[in-house]
């Protein structure tokens, strides 16, 4: 008896220790908007968007007008052969066409004689006519640049949908630990409750010594199972902790008081979620990040397509100056090809294209690959949402289930429980009443933690979890 007392004042001490922690309470949507905020990978990915804005700066430098000077002298034994002077600006604009202005100054003694001795300016465009004429490396690295952006945006919305499932899960986790250990605490605390009464009873000659061992035996298991219990919550606490970091990007550890919020199993956020099957289909057919990677590729592919044609077409550029005596381009007597004028063709063309037909059915064959990669990943997606709302659809029938069988355990319980006092049951009897008890709440919480994540798994199949 000595023992029992002591096993006693050890469970009311930790009980009431525990009890004085002041405690906190953490609901999933809470927990969620912090890892959205601050865990490093969604940061990470905020880096990944900004490079991509800087490879989007990079390819715009194309475009940049560019100035450049030409200045150059040869002198041979006393003689100046020639003196050049020659600063200029190059404006690249669209469709491969480049606007060229300058002026010029020479003088020597040994000049070309196809060059314009002394100042004089020019005002010329320089204009492809077959290749490169639609579209060249400069426009397409631009317009590639901007779809990798996208793109970029679009690989966080998927890495965030991954990581808000894994915390969702992780979550969940943590509530069925909580939830479990409040159950097996409750019982020790009834347990407790009948050891007392029982030893009172066998004091009074009520019940036989066997009983208060059997009682005692009962409260030794749940204490054991409460031990287990709290052991399985600190783990999972410390698992979801994983999940959470501050603002100057240190990790956080899970405070030991903290704990879902109370009413749980009445979780609010989910009747915003849409949980109808078609629904859910056609959303991710039209939205879902990993199959809109795959649509913005076809949009890369694309240009690159059209840029690896045009290795498919002969080479004709044309290039024209406009030219005028003295250092003001546009103090001239001459019109278009009619006066003070330059211009050339330029054609270069391979015979047999092979480069430019080889590189043209690489991209084709890529555009096939990702064809073929988008259908396999669409129907991945829509199997896995199929999956899910099979598994909600038998969950909320379960959890259904097993809330009514808990119900009639529990008035069997308390029916036994009152037979017991009428010296009509045993102990044994009332034990195994109240372990039944025990194992179908624990299957509830399982059951009731499996539905909320089958939920938000469903949410994640469809690229819903942002």
Do not use: C
């Amino acid at each position: 008896m000595k023992k029992s007392f002591l096993l006693l004042l050890v469970i009311l001490s930790s009980n009431y220790l525990f009890a004085q922690k002041d405690s906190t309470t953490l609901n999933i949507e809470e927990f969620l908007e912090i890892v959205r905020q601050y865990h490093p990978a969604v940061k990470l990915s905020n880096i990944d968007i900004k490079r991509s804005e800087a490879d989007i700066l990079i390819a715009r430098g194309a475009f940049n007008p560019i100035i450049s000077n030409i200045t150059s002298n040869k002198t041979f034994l006393n003689t100046e052969y020639y003196n050049y002077f020659n600063p200029n600006i190059t404006i690249p604009l669209w469709y491969g066409v480049d606007i060229m202005a300058g002026v010029e100054n020479l003088s020597g003694n040994r000049i070309d004689p196809t060059e314009t001795f002394g100042k004089s300016s020019y005002l010329g465009i320089s204009i492809p006519l077959i290749k490169n004429l639609v579209i060249q490396k400069r426009s397409a690295y631009l317009m590639q640049a901007k779809l990798y952006k996208e793109m970029t945006y679009t690989e966080q919305i998927a890495l965030i949908n991954n990581i808000m499932m894994e915390a969702a899960s992780q979550y969940w986790q943590w509530v069925n630990a909580y939830q479990n250990y409040q159950i097996v605490d409750k019982n020790l605390s009834i347990s407790l409750q009948r050891f007392e009464m029982i030893k009172k009873m066998w004091k009074n000659g009520e019940r036989p010594s066997i009983d208060t061992i059997e009682a005692m035996t009962q409260l030794q298991i749940f204490e054991s199972q409460k031990n287990e219990s709290w052991l399985i919550y600190q783990s999972e606490s410390i698992a979801m902790s994983a999940f959470l970091w501050k603002a100057n990007n240190t990790p956080y550890q899970l405070p030991a008081n903290t704990m879902p919020q109370q009413g749980w199993e009445n979780e609010s956020n989910i009747e915003a979620f849409q949980l109808n099957l078609t629904d859910l289909k056609e959303y991710a057919r039209q939205f879902h990040p990993e199959l809109k990677i795959y649509s913005q590729k076809f949009e890369v592919l694309g240009i690159d397509k059209k840029l690896k044609f045009q290795e498919l077409l002969p080479e004709l550029d044309f290039k024209y100056n406009h030219l005028s005596k003295g250092y003001n381009a546009f103090n001239t007597d001459g019109i278009f090809f009619q006066n003070n004028f330059q211009y050339g063709f330029k054609l270069e063309m391979p015979l047999l294209f092979s480069q430019g037909r080889g590189e043209y059915k690489k991209v084709k064959l890529k555009i096939e690959e990702n064809k073929i990669n988008q259908s396999q990943k669409l129907q991945n997606i829509e199997l896995k949402i199929q999956n899910y709302h099979n598994e909600f659809v038998i969950l909320k029938n379960q959890v259904k289930l097993h809330s009514a069988m808990l119900s009639n355990f529990k008035t069997m319980l308390k029916a036994e429980e009152s037979l017991f006092r009428n010296g009509e049951s045993s102990l044994f009897l009332i034990n195994s009443r109240e372990n039944k008890v025990l194992e179908i709440e624990r299957k509830l919480i399982e059951l009731k933690t499996k539905y909320y994540k089958t939920i938000y798994a469903l949410q994640w199949s469809t690229g819903l979890l942002k």
